[in-house]
């Protein structure tokens, strides 16, 4: 490995000779000194010399000697420095990588992600999205879940039918999957508790800041549960685990962002959707983006809460294999968790009974033979079960207050992107 | 959540009143006494009465006294139980799950996966897959990678050109990933060193034990290196991390399986191409199966290690991104990690040049057009990088000698595998 040490760890190195390693961030030439800024994966490194420079995202090694400077990033600064180039860019980057400021339009910079995502504010996004699924993952290792590894591949667009992306299948037609919804409740009568995070498909027809064909998505399911309100305790823990990780590792990325995380309420606060009706003045089956903002805003004044489960949705609104509340039938065991005026997790209760899921199919005029496969598992014994899927990529938007979803992933697929 | 302690437990509460929860495993009536056996995600519990009992895979709730006995997996049993029955099978499992020996067809097994999982047998080499990943995911954050999550859709079929899944993309042809490679690099030029897990396609037209239409791929890749030296030291400490993560957190699914865990040496042992054509007395450009084990063997008797790179492929056999020998062209900086006489991982260092690029795609007399997304990255100043891919299914397969891949994958993919 190029020997050398992170431009964050300068200061552990006062008065010796060192190497760094990284890109031209910017040159600044004065009169009878240069500035040389290096960019690595810790942050930025000034060298001082009086001789000529290389362009911006050339490959340096530099060699030099470390030295206290209140103008230097971090308060150290390399002086007398050997530069040598390790890797020449054939053009300049398509905007300026080093203003404080993103001057390029979105197009630009999703058109040239490879050199745009160095702008340190545009990969801060993603830091925070990497930090995000840590926590995930190990605030659910935790409690006890196992990940799991499921097809994408499926022979039925079982899940809503519209919005699906066919494939070519060895010369029969299949579907990429939509959600791993079937395959994680499977595996709940594997595991008991699995999750998965993974990429899921929607071929959505509409062009908007919100909505990508492609999407990470963070799925878990648990058994023996006693109703959905134990689905809403782990996923309460998920998303504490979540922020406590980004806080943790992605520091520099949320400083540079300015961007203001929540606290999460040992008890995130709910209200049954009756109430949030009530509450709203509405009588809707379903929620309008104006009411969960309402909503949201209400939960903060009201509630001290970023966060607001409305729970009990209409049946009617959500999908077949919802368990209904056993109180009030017409009711659901499911839920919504909003946060800062969205929606951002989906989950509830499952049925899990077969006659149940008979039950409902026919209830909604659906046959069962695209569903043999899903049904297969409730045949041999289900517990109680029920979980949810959270957004990667609009949870980081909520974060960060990304204007655009796009700007929370790396290489974003919509209707008129499929490239770089 | 059910109030419960876990078949493993039970030891700490012996005297005590408890609840177990789980799937009734197996069901032994004598003459005047009945055992049930409760299977739970932590393992088996068996109760004592005197009543009739559930049939096998009814989800129950079995509360009674914790008392000692030698004949009882983990040396504890329930006597006075009550059961209840929280969720009744509508058929019997398609084959005894509780038999210690899967008595079933591969076929019989993947055709109800759902059911057949559950079966302690079969869901171990899901365990200690997930605990591989997890192993995998520490080792390179402890070495200061990103977590990143590529596009499964793209433009064009560039890796290979030959099986590629077709998509039909918003009316566009597009297609699905067969690796994350060029994203990878990409990303390597933001962060240094990432890693993404996750699933690649390969309409794979063989029907064969060792090939998946979707598995999941181990990815790597790391800037600033000197050679692929540097590529194979941070392998190693991913290997390594993925066998510690399995001894920990799967040794019940180990010991069952009766899986030997090979040691990782400090350094593994490595030879050069030409050295393994002379050691084996081949002269092909590539090395067959047949010289794949040899080496293997031979690596294990004379070096002591189930692990070998073989190091200096010809270029000739290596895609148009492999960096060549700088001291002997016609050979590769790329390597491949052999384990118990298997290919286990590809790997090596990449071009980093723009102009290196255009000159190895010109030689292949390939266009640039199919390349141009990929090729950006490389046109903004790249520092000298390589990377790895690990097969997921086909490292817990040589871990735990399945004779089929399709036994470590929970739902599998192939040309005939459409479902469940």
Redesign the interface.
């Known amino acids: 490995?190029?020997s050398?040490v992170m431009s964050a760890e300068l200061a552990e190195h006062a008065g010796q000779r060192v190497t760094i390693?990284g890109?031209?961030h910017r040159r600044r030439q004065l009169k009878s000194l240069s500035f040389l800024v290096v960019r690595?994966?810790t942050g930025l490194a000034q060298a001082v010399t009086g001789a000529g420079l290389p362009p911006e995202?050339?490959?340096v090694e530099v060699t030099g000697t470390v030295t206290a400077s209140a103008q230097a990033p971090g308060g150290f600064e390399l002086v007398s420095p050997e530069i040598e180039v390790?890797?020449?860019?054939?053009?300049p980057?398509p905007f300026d990588l080093y203003r404080p400021v993103v001057t390029a339009t979105l197009p630009t910079i999703l058109d040239?992600?490879?050199?745009a995502?160095?702008h340190p504010l545009l990969?801060a996004p993603?830091?925070i999205?990497?930090a995000s699924?840590?926590g995930f993952?190990q605030a659910l290792?935790r409690l006890?879940f196992?990940?799991?590894?499921?097809?994408?591949?499926?022979?039925s667009a079982t899940e809503s039918g519209a919005n699906v992306?066919?494939?070519?299948?060895?010369g029969?037609p299949?579907y990429?999957a939509q959600s791993p919804q079937f395959?994680k409740q499977?595996?709940a009568?594997?595991?008991?508790?699995v999750y998965e995070v993974?990429?899921v498909?929607r071929?959505e027809?509409h062009d908007t800041v919100r909505h990508l064909?492609?999407y990470?998505s963070l799925d878990a399911e648990l058994g023996?549960?006693?109703d959905h309100r134990?689905v809403m305790?782990v996923l309460r823990e998920a998303v504490a685990g979540m922020l406590e990780s980004v806080r943790r590792r992605a520091a520099h990325a949320v400083e540079l962002l300015g961007a203001a995380l929540p606290e999460v309420p040992a008890e995130i606060p709910a209200v049954h959707f009756t109430e949030a009706q009530r509450l709203t003045g509405e009588d809707e089956p379903d929620l309008s983006p104006a009411q969960e903002r309402w909503l949201s805003e209400w939960a903060l004044r009201e509630r001290g809460s970023e966060f607001l489960f409305v729970t009990g949705y209409p049946m009617s609104k959500r999908p077949f294999y919802t368990h209904p509340d056993p109180a009030r039938p017409g009711y659901s065991n499911g839920f919504d968790l909003l946060f800062r005026g969205l929606e951002l997790v989906t989950g509830g209760q499952r049925l899990?009974?077969?006659?149940d899921y008979l039950e409902a199919l026919a209830a909604r005029g659906e046959g069962v033979r695209a569903y043999e496969?899903?049904l297969?598992?409730?045949?041999?014994?289900?517990?109680?079960h029920g979980g949810f899927a959270l957004g990667?990529e609009r949870w980081t938007a909520r974060l960060t207050g990304a204007a655009n979803i796009r700007q929370t992933?790396?290489?974003p697929?919509d209707?008129h992107r499929?490239?770089?």
Chains 1, 2 share one sequence.
């Open positions: 490995m190029i050398r390693a890109w031209v690595d994966r995202e050339s490959v390790l890797s020449e860019p054939s053009a980057p040239h992600a490879p050199a995502l160095r990969r993603l830091e999205s990497a699924v840590a993952r290792d006890g196992t990940e799991v590894h499921t097809p994408k591949i499926v022979a992306f066919g494939i070519d299948y060895f029969r299949a990429l395959y499977a595996m009568g594997v595991f008991e508790r993974g990429p498909f071929a027809p064909a492609q990470t023996f549960i006693r134990d305790a899990h009974r077969y006659e496969g899903y297969q598992a409730f045949r041999y014994g289900m517990p109680p990667l992933t790396a290489f697929r209707l499929l490239s770089p």
